[in-house]
């Protein structure tokens, strides 16, 4: 990146790393409940990360990279509680 130090550079490439796993891991998880439509809207990368990022839904965010789609994230659900059959109803009616 133009004007970038190569450590800054390196940085940078792990971050786009790291987010764009973020990006298949959220593909795989919605095929794997069924769905077909997408998972998320964007991945993205800032390199200038000097003041938080402000999210369509006007949330400050201090972030270098962030992987943005539908506000489907609740902190308590893991994988563990997701597994219990009673529950995926729910969660999956939360995710639509």
Do not use: W
């Amino acid at each position: 990146m133009k004007g970038m130090s190569l450590e800054r550079t390196k940085a940078m490439h792990y971050v786009s790393c790291h987010e764009a796993g973020h990006a298949v891991a959220s593909i795989i998880a919605f095929r794997a409940l069924g769905r077909s439509y997408r998972s998320f809207d964007r991945v993205f990368v800032r390199p200038d990360f000097s003041s938080p990022y402000i999210d369509r839904r006007g949330r400050s965010i201090d972030c270098v990279g962030l992987l943005e789609g539908p506000n489907i994230y609740t902190p308590k659900i893991g994988l563990l509680l997701f597994k219990e059959r009673a529950l995926q109803a729910e969660i999956l009616q939360t995710m639509e």
